[in-house]
């Protein structure tokens, strides 16, 4: 069993995928604040490489689920200089796979369009999307110098998946389940290189409106959403 | 125009001050007053502090945050890598918002060329290709620096302009044993930033045109990086003055 770094573990997204990970490898877990459930973790402030280096020692692999969204310091301190240290880490230790994370960057530039695969990124000058932007691009260079495989998966919207019909609404059309993205997860986990040794997946698991496509993640890491999630949202006709 | 120019105390900075000083008034950050001259005025202080960035920005016209690394970096690398990003980022980060909210509607930042140098030396390297970038902390932070600059131009009505130097030297200093295709002696690349302020693209409605890149070397027989040769991509009326004839024409490297 593979032995997992989770940073960022008390987050908005980690705490939802963990139990279905858990089986899968075994997890360090580390944040800077208490897990939801009150379970012991590592204290990892990823402004200090010593911090994110330690943790680090001795694991197959990292996720690094870190970000501050709005703060003019600490989005760039956690999200772009907390990327460098996981990647400078990894380079020093032979740490060979990173899982990264972050927002699309793009999502509403492309409403109005169809088959949208990988698209320029369009972060903007906010904190969330510059500083996550800036922390894609350090993941990319170290990947391809010390040839560590970095699997990015961006978003657009989490949540829990449907569980009975939703009546009168349509579905986000960039949104993941967290049982579709803990499977990618595991995918992203197993996967013994990527191209370029860095690539980014759009992490969708409703496809209907043929907007955002899966192609690249269903190619290179065989991802498929585990239902048909778009069936939940069937208007009675 | 008003000037602010940052890493004033940097060789570059001090090559664009002196471009810049005839018909301009400017404000040198980073170097302490040395000739008494009515139209250049000096100013100090951390960048990535937005006061003191909101200070340095008022009355300007045009900002030249030239990249340069300052003085005094920490001695233990890692520090020093941290203060490199933290600047390269946040830095301009801070003082381009604060540009922006001072009314400023001209930026020009200094990257480098260097981010190419992972490719082979038989291709031409113009804008069209995809960087590169070592993990050295001063060439990734420079570029870093870069893509924070790029994005004022997508969310504003601003020009801001991209130079990625070349290796920068005095043509006066080169020598046949270190010849380096990279070359870019310092009035050029000063020419270059005074050049880049009369770009008057900020009421251009698409970003990609606000926004402007350009490689910056010099003009040598056989180039490996090629200036200007892209449609679209010209610095309007730059042509390198210092084209190091003497050490390419006996062969070069």
């Given amino acids: ?237 | 125009m008003n000037v602010l120019i940052t890493g004033a105390e940097s060789r570059l900075g001090q090559a664009i001050a002196r471009e810049l000083a005839p018909g301009n008034r400017l404000r040198l950050w980073g170097t302490g007053e040395s000739e008494l001259d009515e139209n250049i005025t000096y100013f100090k202080g951390d960048m990535r502090d937005p006061d003191i960035a909101w200070q340095a920005v008022q009355n300007m016209q045009a900002i030249i945050h030239t990249g340069e690394p300052p003085p005094n970096l920490p001695e233990d690398d890692l520090a020093c890598e941290q203060k490199l990003l933290d600047l390269a980022t946040r830095g301009t980060h801070v003082l381009f918002k604060a540009g922006i909210e001072a009314g400023i509607k001209r930026f020009v930042y200094g990257s480098t060329l260097q981010i190419f140098e992972a490719y082979p030396d038989d291709v031409y390297i113009s804008e069209m290709w995809r960087p590169m970038p070592s993990t050295d902390k001063f060439q990734l932070t420079r570029y870093l620096g870069e893509m924070t600059a790029r994005e004022f131009a997508r969310d504003f009505p601003v020009a801001v302009t991209v130079l990625r130097l070349g290796k920068l030297i005095a043509e006066e200093n080169a020598s046949p044993k270190n010849s380096d295709l990279m070359w870019v002696d310092y009035r050029d690349a000063a020419r270059a930033f005074r050049l880049s302020l009369n770009r008057d693209a900020q009421s251009e409605l698409k970003w990609n045109k606000r926004f402007a890149l350009h490689h910056i070397c010099a003009d040598i027989q056989n180039p490996k990086y090629l200036v200007g040769k892209i449609s679209g991509f010209q610095l309007r009326g730059f042509q390198p003055q210092h084209n190091f004839e003497a050490i390419w024409r006996g062969g070069g490297a």
Avoid at chain 1, 104 to 112: F, K
Avoid at chain 1, 172 to 180: G, H, S, T, V
Avoid at chain 1, 184 to 213: G, R
């Fill in chain 1, 1 to 237: 069993m593979k032995k997992v770094l989770l940073l960022g573990a008390s987050g908005q997204i980690a705490p939802n995928i963990i139990p279905a990970m858990e089986s899968h490898c075994d997890l360090t877990l580390a944040d800077i604040k208490p897990y939801p459930d009150g379970r012991s973790i590592e204290h990892v402030d990823m402004r200090h490489y010593d911090q994110v280096r330690d943790a680090m020692r001795g694991m197959d692999a990292v996720m690094n689920f870190t970000v501050n969204r709005p703060d003019p310091i600490l989005s760039f301190h956690v999200s772009t200089l907390g990327a460098l240290h996981v990647m400078k880490a990894a380079a020093e230790l032979g740490i060979k796979k990173v899982v990264h994370t972050g927002p699309q960057l793009v999502r509403s530039y492309y409403d109005q369009d169809f088959e949208i695969t990988d698209v320029p990124r369009a972060p903007g000058t906010g904190y969330y999307g510059i500083t996550k932007m800036l922390s894609y691009e350090i993941c990319r260079t170290y990947a391809r110098i010390y040839d560590i495989q970095t699997i990015c998966f961006v978003f657009n919207g989490l949540g829990l998946e449907p569980n009975e019909p939703i009546k009168g609404e349509d579905f986000p059309p960039f949104r993941i389940f967290w049982k579709d993205l803990s499977h990618a997860c595991c995918l992203a986990l197993d996967i013994e290189a990527v191209p370029d040794n860095y690539q980014e997946f759009n992490m969708v698991s409703m496809t209907a409106h043929q907007k955002y496509t899966l192609e690249k993640a269903k190619r290179i890491l065989g991802y498929e959403p585990a239902e048909r999630w778009e069936n939940y949202y069937k208007r009675d006709a």
